[in-house]
């Protein structure tokens, strides 16, 4: 099945939305290998390969309770803060392993930011203040403040709807508005990467366009790994998925990957072909 | 247009008007208790503040014996908030750092001894914590004193020209503080634990340290509750009354700064002293008009209390 004959069966509605082109592969940010995962006894994760190529956007995809989002925060080191988290293998990032006893996990938060499921602005700051809030809590110094808040909250797509009142509680936004409030924060640190745990559940569908739009302007620049339960999302956004799967009682792994026009559209597993055509999951 | 009748009491739900009306009734009930105490108090202070004027207010002294006494309580009421504040500088710092550590540092089990033990502090009746203070704290305080003094006197609240370091405002605010660690903790504790973890989640993602989300967002957080906390504290300190009886040395004056000098007071503690020997009906007049400032000073507290509250809610840049 070709992508376009997969997008009729599915009848995507992709309007407005560029559909995805396949980047180039180039060199790899961020990898994985052989990475496994526990929660005290319980095995969650298992022998997990996967590359992520500099400048595009990966979608991680499967059933809830199959470990994307526990693989996402063993990318930047926030799987450890769990008591009792445990795991094996390695992440690399740039070449090396972020979880190498010398590298600062501080350090590896700052380079590979993350938004979060329920937008999660910090109530008690303006929106400025929000913003800037990733360079005043980690005490990162950046000059030009004023230039950085036009900058990432115009790379959000929030620019133009906060920018006369940016003195304001960020707690009156909209949910999507705090979504891209959250983006900004996490973009005024200059990450490489940024790790998105299904960004867009908690929003309704113009929200989740403009972000989707956002994600897509922000792949020129940075790494994005992206968590989905939304197949149509996954298809809109990303040039590569990997397919997660925990089938009974086993720790989830990686059934399939690739670039996500060959995932959607000419699956090599049964399995995948089942749950991105909606029989499971 | 007619508009029908949607907010009356009429339309609704008989249970609930019932409930309601049972509601209003018991909230109402205290603030009758409070005026009636406010009354009261009012009442007895009327004749005690004409016989002395202002200078009931402003000067320091308790002679019952002229016609008329010549009394004032200016030092007792400025000794209440002396000691509040000293036992407030020492439980404040206390309680976070406490309430800190068992939300966010301790094992849970831990967490839950402690919280169980602090709890138990806070029912200790204050005539054992008094009885306490006399015999163990008192002699045992006078040798950090004799230290503070040695090594700090140079700062005015810290000299000492007696020598006596036995019944000291700092001692008698001490035990204010191991009364008020309790509630603060508490308080700080339930507020801090509640912490939104979507918060905490965007903060460690920033690359936060423990102190920088404390800083910026769990403090901030629950700055409201915590200096709620401060203030159910601060109005046990300001009334408390038998436990500094016991450890402080009682004098008629202004002692403006010698935290560790022998001899201080307060109004509550004016009363308790004076109330088993009162000289006749004149007397006990006055003392109920101490009373009646006491309360009017804790109400005034607890106003610039509310005012600090709803300050604080201000947005961070």
């Keep these: 099945m070709s992508t376009a004959e997969f997008e009729d069966v599915m009848d995507l509605d992709i309007q407005g939305v560029e559909a995805s082109t396949v980047h180039p592969a180039g060199p790899t940010e961020m990898e994985s290998r052989d990475l496994s995962v526990w929660f005290g006894q319980r095995k969650v994760l298992e022998g997990v390969n996967i590359a992520f190529p500099k400048n595009t956007v990966t979608a991680l995809i499967g059933p809830s309770g199959c470990g ?76 030009n403040h004023d230039e950085i808040v036009e900058e990432t909250l115009t790379a959000a797509g929030l620019w133009n709807e906060v920018k006369d009142r940016l003195g304001n509680a960020a707690g009156d936004l909209s949910g999507g508005q705090q979504q891209r409030l959250v983006i900004a924060r996490a973009l005024a640190v200059q990450p490489h990467v940024l790790l998105m745990d299904e960004p867009c559940s908690a929003l309704d569908p113009a929200s989740t366009l403009k972000i989707e739009e956002t994600i897509r302007g922000l792949a020129k620049e940075v790494t994005i790994i992206i968590v989905t339960h939304n197949m149509q999302q996954a298809v809109r956004v990303s040039d590569y998925t990997a397919f997660f799967l925990a089938e009974e009682g086993t720790p989830g792994h990686v059934v399939e990957q690739g670039a996500t026009t060959e995932i959607f559209g000419n699956p090599q597993e049964q399995r995948t072909l089942d749950y991105v055509n909606g029989r499971f999951g | ?184 903790t508490a308080v700080t504790r339930e507020v801090l634990s509640r912490t939104p973890p979507d918060l905490i989640n965007a903060s460690e993602a920033l690359g936060c340290s423990l102190w920088t989300m404390l800083r910026y967002v769990a403090l901030p957080y629950g700055r409201g509750g915590i200096v709620g906390g401060v203030m159910l504290g601060l109005g046990r300190a300001l009334g408390e009354t038998i436990a500094v009886f016991f450890v402080l040395k009682i004098v008629f004056e202004t002692n403006w700064d010698k935290i560790i000098e022998s001899g201080g007071g307060s109004v509550a503690t004016l009363i308790v002293s004076r109330f088993g020997e009162v000289s006749g009906p004149l007397e006990l007049q006055l003392l109920l008009a101490a009373g009646f400032f006491l309360f009017v000073m804790t109400l005034i507290v607890n106003v610039i209390a509310n005012l600090i509250v709803s300050r604080t809610g201000r947005l961070q840049k």
């Design chain 2, 1 to 184: 247009m007619e508009l029908r009748d949607l907010q009356s009491a009429a339309t609704s739900h008989r249970g609930d008007r019932v409930f309601t009306r049972t509601v209003a009734g018991a909230a109402f009930t205290s603030l009758l208790v409070l005026a009636g105490i406010a009354i009261f108090l009012g009442l007895q202070a009327v004749p005690a503040f004409q016989t002395q004027g202002w200078a009931f207010l402003t000067t320091t002294g308790w002679d019952i014996n002229t016609t008329p006494p010549t009394v004032g309580i200016f030092g007792m009421l400025y000794g209440s908030v002396l000691l509040a504040v000293i036992g407030l500088v020492i439980a404040i710092p206390a309680s976070l750092l406490l309430a800190i550590f068992m939300v966010f540092l301790s094992p849970p089990r831990l967490a839950k001894v402690l919280t169980n033990l602090i709890d138990l502090m806070a029912a200790i009746p204050s005539v054992i914590l008094g009885l306490w203070a006399f015999y163990i704290l008192n002699p045992t305080a006078e040798e950090w004193q004799v230290l503070l003094n040695k090594y700090l006197g140079w700062i005015p609240i810290f000299e000492n020209t007696s020598g006596n370091f036995l019944g000291t405002p700092f001692i008698a605010g001490f035990v204010l503080a191991i009364m008020m660690i309790p509630i603060i």
């Design chain 1, 68 to 143: 994307k989002s526990t693989f996402i925060r063993t990318l930047n080191r926030l799987h450890e803060l769990i008591p009792g988290a445990a795991l094996a293998g390695s992440v690399l990032y740039e070449g090396k392993d972020i979880y190498d006893a010398a590298v600062d996990p501080v350090h590896i938060r700052l380079q590979i930011g993350m938004v979060f499921q329920k937008p999660n602005p910090f109530p008690s700051m303006t929106i400025r203040g929000n913003v800037l809030s990733g360079l005043k809590l980690s005490g990162m110094k950046r000059d």
